[in-house]
């Protein structure tokens, strides 16, 4: 048996089944971000305003945040391969609902709901990946899941804002359907059963997966990331007032942003199982480095292409450590543990945002990356601190050793 299975998991099926993850995660992180390309033909069509129909983001977020927990709580029992099924599954009817949905408000219920099965469905993909895998090789497993909705920034959101924009908003979602329907119908065929990996309740599991070495791990997340999209949300007006580039062109660099984004997070994954809290501190670093060139040189388009592409591959790299560290440190809550980074990090993005706009209105794009250094600059001050919490006992020796980036014992 390959060091890189556990007992009873072929290699084949290991990976067909990372693949049905990635595919899924790839489905939800399409559908989170695809009514952004869409929005004009939503207000439209709805008799709404533009900044009515961004509510359809907001709540979907806030389904993320606040109902996948929510929803992991109350089905914290259930066993994870019927759970990832039917949260699949369910993903695939609310979709449906959004495209049969005749008024605004059955809309936006549409993405609350989906939102929270997004939520839930990440959750419960770590839960079944890392129980596939060996515990020094949970950073494998969680970069798939993660890999999914980087991968689908990239490409999901692009090509389902041009079928929306070709054949109505409504195709969007069908193409979401049809994708997710093939997800669901490969977790089918070869998700292997996993155990439930945490306590038997919620009140047993909520004790460790709120414990504040874990809490700790979660506000790190929120600050790294709100930090980011403090600056990553007002990128084009950046690109086009400080390095003068604009049209096609900054598509361009939002491109190489986007593939390195999805590089980085597989490469994170990687990371993660040799040193993960040394990859957040160096990863932090490195995105530092990278909002310095483009703050001082971002003018120059070769420096600011360099700069965005190492944010890409560091910028995300990094979160599959966090997901490995707040895991590790939950230890036997981790079953409900593994949903609150997506939480944290939703949440960090929203209020990154809105710091970035009051940064904009004071200083320009400019200003804004100058809000996201500061920021990055003291997550990294705290990604040092929370790098001596260690996990907690009944994590067992493996998945602690893992977690501190200690190599395995050798037969």
Not at 101 to 128: D, K, M, W
């Amino acid at each position: 048996m390959s060091a890189d299975l556990r007992p009873g998991f072929s290699r084949a099926r290991s990976n067909l089944a990372l693949a049905a993850l990635f595919l899924g995660a790839f489905v939800m992180g399409s559908a989170e971000l695809i009514v952004v390309g869409i929005l004009n033909l939503i207000a439209d069509d709805m008799g709404v305003s533009i900044s009515a129909a961004g509510s359809l983001v907001t709540t979907y977020a806030l389904g993320i945040s606040i109902g996948g927990p929510l929803l992991t709580a109350v089905t914290i029992k259930f066993a994870r391969k019927q759970l990832l099924q039917i949260s699949l599954a369910a993903y695939v009817l609310g979709n449906v609902l959004a495209v049969v949905a005749g008024a605004f408000g059955l809309l936006l219920a549409a993405r609350v709901l989906t939102g929270s099965l997004h939520g839930l469905f990440i959750g419960v993909a770590f839960a079944v990946g890392t129980g596939m895998m060996p515990p020094e090789k949970m950073g494998k497993a969680i970069s798939f899941v993660f890999g999914g909705v980087a991968v689908s920034t990239a490409l999901g959101v692009p090509l389902g804002t041009l079928v929306g924009q070709v054949w109505g908003w409504q195709a969007s979602f069908v193409a979401i359907i049809v994708t997710g329907v093939l997800a669901l119908v490969l977790a089918i065929a070869v998700i292997p059963p996993v155990p439930n990996s945490g306590l038997g309740g919620f009140g047993a599991q909520a004790r460790h997966a709120l414990a504040p070495k874990v809490l700790a791990m979660l506000g790190l997340g929120f600050l790294l990331m709100g930090g980011q999209f403090a600056g990553l949300t007002y990128l084009q007006p950046f690109l086009s007032d400080v390095t003068g580039v604009s049209g096609g062109t900054i598509s361009i660099f939002l491109l190489v942003y986007g593939i390195a984004n999805a590089v980085g997070t597989f490469l994170g994954g990687a990371a993660a199982d040799r040193n993960a809290s040394g990859t957040i501190v160096v990863g932090g670093l490195l995105v530092v480095a990278a909002l310095v060139a483009l703050y001082v040189a971002g003018s120059n388009p070769v420096v600011a292409a360099v700069a965005l592409g190492v944010w890409g591959v560091v910028g995300f790299g990094i979160v599959p450590s966090i997901q490995y560290r707040v895991v590790g440190l939950a230890g036997p809550g981790r079953d409900f543990a593994a949903t609150l980074p997506a939480s944290a990090i939703t949440a960090g993005i929203a209020v990154g945002a809105l710091i970035g706009a009051a940064a904009v209105a004071a200083g320009g794009a400019r200003g804004a990356v100058l809000t996201s250094l500061v920021i990055c600059s003291v997550g990294v001050v705290v990604a040092y601190a929370t790098s001596f919490l260690k996990p907690t006992p009944e994590a067992g020796p493996d998945v602690a050793r893992a977690v501190a980036g200690e190599p395995a014992p050798t037969a």
